[in-house]
């Protein structure tokens, strides 16, 4: 199974990736994810995304590429791979296409999560996370047993600096006017299934189990 989540940033994407990814042994490839160890080691590509990530704008193409390019060549094992935050933008699109097509390895579906403007702002405004171990938090939703602490490691939470309210108004803007066409982009191609993502988590991942059926292994 080799599946797209797109959707504005705090829609559910990473959350549904990780319950699809234990359920059907795939790998989950978040470029958030990548990004922030790259920060977090302070390697090149870290440092020079860490400007971009701070004011909520898009990391340019060519690290996002470099570091997926990287991480799909060696998938070893894995019942295909679920990628979330990637591609942002169409040239990104076309350059996915190239490097999975060289390994004859074409996506089966991408997945569009719809969820309200204002859902968004309040579930991204809300997260808290632990910059020790990684685990994240809700204040609203999912918050820590422990008050302001991490339950796992007992690490101080803090709001990654992408989530202030100024951050998200740039990342909502950033992704109407660059991410947006993406959508037209697939739809195009045939690959697109919209999914409403503004119920609870299992009643999406649900809806979402029903798209995904017919590309799950065997």
């Not at 060696?74 to 990104?92: K, Y």
């Not at 490691?153 to 108004?169: H, K, M, N, T, Y």
């Not at 990342?171 to 690959?191: D, M, S, W």
Request: with cysteine; hydrophobic share 35%.
């Amino acid at each position: 199974m080799r599946v797209v989540f797109l959707g504005a940033p705090g829609v559910g994407k990473g959350t549904q990736a990780d319950r699809v990814a234990a359920a059907s042994k795939s790998v989950k490839l978040s470029t958030g994810d990548l990004l922030r160890e790259a920060v977090r080691n302070q390697t090149t590509l870290g440092r020079e995304a860490k400007g971009y990530m701070d004011q909520g704008k898009l990391v340019p193409d060519s690290v996002v590429i470099g570091l997926v390019r990287e991480k799909l060549a060696d998938l070893s094992g894995a019942n295909g791979f679920i990628l979330d935050g990637f591609p942002r933008t169409v040239v990104q699109a076309e350059e996915l296409n190239r490097v999975l097509a060289s390994a004859n390895t074409p996506l089966d579906r991408v997945v569009n999560f719809q969820v309200s403007r204002e859902d968004v702002v309040r579930r991204l405004s809300g997260r808290r996370s632990c910059p020790k171990c990684q685990a994240t938090f809700h204040v609203d939703f999912a918050p820590s047993k422990k008050g302001n602490v991490c339950d796992r490691c007992g690490e101080p939470l803090v709001q990654r600096s992408d989530d202030r309210p100024e951050a998200i108004e740039t990342r909502l803007k950033v992704y109407e006017e660059q991410t947006a066409p993406l959508i037209r982009y697939y739809r195009e191609r045939q690959l697109l299934s919209e999914l409403d993502g503004s119920g609870s988590v299992d009643a999406v991942f649900e809806g979402l189990s029903r798209v995904l059926a017919p590309y799950r292994p065997t």
